[in-house]
């Protein structure tokens, strides 16, 4: 039995840290890009589903109904916050695939 371990920890310390890394960051960005998706329309971009539509983004209804009226921040306009939320779901999710300020971005 002790030997069966010892094989699957040696074939999983094959694995390059890198890819591992990069797995956790695209799955990360992933989940982001997914949450900033749902607040817009007009620009719906799936790699995964195959889903390609360009146009202008702008915020759902549902989305600001969201903000305004369950969310209720209390320093903040809640168009303004919702615009923010959508974009920096956007941006971090980018610059979580591509390997910058990957803290900062999870974090968020």
Not at 4 to 24: C, D, M, N, Q, T
Not at 32 to 49: N, P, R
Not at 56 to 73: N, V
Not at 92 to 103: D, E, M, N, P, S
Request: hydrophobic content about 55%.
């Amino acid at each position: 039995m002790f030997a069966l371990y010892s094989k699957v920890i040696e074939f999983f310390s094959r694995i390059p840290v890198s890819l591992i890394a990069l797995l956790g960051r695209f799955s990360l960005a992933a989940l982001f890009w997914k949450a900033g998706q749902s607040k817009v329309e007009g620009l719906k971009i799936d790699m995964i589903e195959g889903v390609w539509h360009w146009g202008i983004p702008r915020l759902t209804d549902s989305t600001i109904y969201l903000f305004t009226y369950e969310y209720q921040l209390p320093l903040i306009n809640a168009t303004v916050a919702a615009v923010l939320a959508a974009f920096s779901e956007h941006l971090f999710a980018v610059l979580l695939l591509i390997g910058l300020a990957t803290r900062f971005a999870a974090f968020s």
